[in-house]
T-cell receptor
Framework: AQSVTQLGSHVSVSEGALVLLRCNYS??????LFWYVQYPNQGLQLLLK??????LVKGINGFEAEFKKSETSFHLTKPSAHMSDAAEYFC?????????????FGTGTRLQVTL | GAVVSQHPSWVICKSGTSVKIECRSL??????MFWYRQFPKQSLMLMAT?????????EQGVEKDKFLINHASLTLSTLTVTSAHPEDSSFYIC???????????????FGPGTRLTVL
């Protein structure tokens, strides 16, 4: 069974600092991985996805993530945090059930950006 | 593109009443839609997978008679919470999958969510 683990339920960075949100996966088959962002009282917005093409994936809002098979990781980074990046971030893995693919989400990481 | 809407965005109802939540894919056809439930400060829990024209597939522990799902068209799925009780209060989020192959690369696009409060 596939699963993801997000290390750190809460991360705080200063504006302009590097953002690093950690995600490790467990999968018996090559995984497809996603990062979503959720702002308060809103649905989820796709930031980026890895689908076995390039291991370094660039997403929206300056975010990127690198798939590292040897470390079973898919950490999300952004060189310089902005106040508007404050939100909840979810890592997810696609689970193929045969007739449909389902997403299994991590527990989320709340990013706080301070002045 | 790939916009998913939900209606209503919030609803307050009395215990014992039923509430219907609509999920629409606005600019694409979604053969599959998903319904999630999210408790405060927690992750999303998949409730059911809805395929157009067929019965929904419910996750273990989700009462199918309690949470009725209908996916009558390629752009609309509805979730009806029947005889709602305070413990059903939650944030309900739908997603729609843009149909592509292979399926595991499909991207799910999420609606803005519906906050249900049962008094």
């Amino acid at each position: 069974a596939q699963s993801v683990t997000q290390l750190g339920s809460h991360v705080s960075v200063s504006e302009g600092a590097l953002v690093l949100l950690r995600c490790n996966y467990s999968s018996s088959v090559p995984p497809y991985l996603f990062w979503y962002v959720q702002y308060p009282n809103q649905g989820l917005q796709l930031l980026l996805k890895y689908t076995s093409a390039a291991t370094l994936v660039k997403g929206i809002n300056g975010f990127e993530a690198e798939f590292k098979k040897s470390e079973t990781s898919f950490h999300l980074t952004k060189p310089s945090a902005h106040m508007s990046d404050a939100a909840e971030y979810f890592c997810a893995v696609s689970v193929n059930t045969g007739t449909a693919s389902k997403l299994t989400f991590g527990t989320g990481t709340r990013l706080q950006v301070t002045l | 593109g790939a916009v998913v809407s939900q209606h209503p965005s919030w609803v307050i109802c009395k215990s014992g009443t039923s509430v219907k939540i609509e999920c629409r894919s606005l600019d694409f056809q979604a053969t599959t839609m998903f319904w999630y439930r999210q408790f405060p400060k927690q992750s999303l829990m998949l409730m059911a997978t809805s395929n157009e024209g067929s019965k929904a597939t419910y996750e273990q522990g989700v009462e199918k008679d309690k949470f009725l799902i209908n996916h009558a068209s390629l752009t609309l799925s509805t979730l009806t919470v029947t005889s709602a009780h305070p413990e059903d209060s939650s944030f309900y989020i739908c997603s729609a999958r843009e149909h592509r192959l292979p399926r595991r690369t499909d991207t799910q696009y999420f609606g803005p969510g519906t906050r249900l409060t049962v008094l």
